[in-house]
């Protein structure tokens, strides 16, 4: 990005010019002008125009439903990390409900002023191109926890344990689907950093999982598609 483009958003942030608009302004200077890429139309010969107007269109809708009135300068740069890195997933192919996930995560940061570019990137790749499944068994495992029906750990309360056998009986929408599915998906989280495997084994051959702090920071975040 042109180093001339910077300050004269900062400027505009501080006008009365609706925070929205203003977001689209970031939205369509990151996308036209990443590192790399002469314009949208060199990048159209990889991915079509299309689909990045619609990733585009995702992430301002999410903006815009946040009921964002101002966007503070600190804010604002924040915004540009977190659209950078958001252009990147769409540029690579990204699942478009992951999408949808990250785009939601942008509006909400923006619409509370606690947007963190480097966390958003962070919880980012820890989702990315992860199946429609298994982002649902992120919101299941979030479910579980927030409803008391996890396993606590008795030397320390604060960890809290989960296996197949808990989703199962805890989540009717899992009752047939095969243990091993949702096993070996609980492992792909865990590879992500969304779960930590435990030594320990449930009595149907399970492993038991602890559930790490991202997962309700991105539940939190995007929490309506993950009902």
């Known amino acids: 990005m042109k180093d001339t483009q910077v300050p004269a958003l900062l400027a505009q942030s501080k006008s009365a010019k609706v925070a929205p608009t203003l ?68 540029r690579q192919g990204e699942y478009e409900h992951n999408l949808k996930i990250l785009a939601s995560y942008i509006g909400r940061g923006l619409a509370l002023s606690s947007l963190d570019a480097a966390e958003f990137s962070y919880d980012a790749r820890m989702i990315e191109f992860l199946t429609s499944f298994q982002i649902s068994l992120i919101g299941y495992c979030h479910e579980l926890d927030v409803s008391g029906l996890t396993t606590k750990d008795k030397g320390c309360p604060d960890i809290r344990y989960l296996t197949t056998s ?15 599915e949702i096993e070996s998906s609980l ?15 449930w009595s149907d051959g399970g492993n038991f999982y602890s559930i790490n702090a991202s997962i309700e920071r991105i539940v939190r975040s995007s929490s309506k598609y993950f009902k």
């Open 166 to 180: 808990h989703l199962k009986r805890g989540i009717s929408n899992l009752s047939l689907v095969s243990n091993y």
């Open 23 to 90: 977001a689209g302004d970031i939205i369509s200077a990151v996308f036209s002008t990443i590192p790399g890429v002469g314009s949208i139309a060199k990048l159209a010969e990889i991915y079509s125009e299309k689909r990045l107007q619609k990733a585009r269109d995702i992430l301002i809708r999410e903006i815009q439903e946040g009921n964002v009135d101002q966007i503070g300068n600190e804010q604002l740069i924040e915004l540009f990390g977190s659209v950078i890195k958001y252009h990147d997933a769409v």
């Open 187 to 201: 492992h792909i989280l865990s590879t992500r950093g969304l779960l930590t495997p435990m030594s320990s084994t």
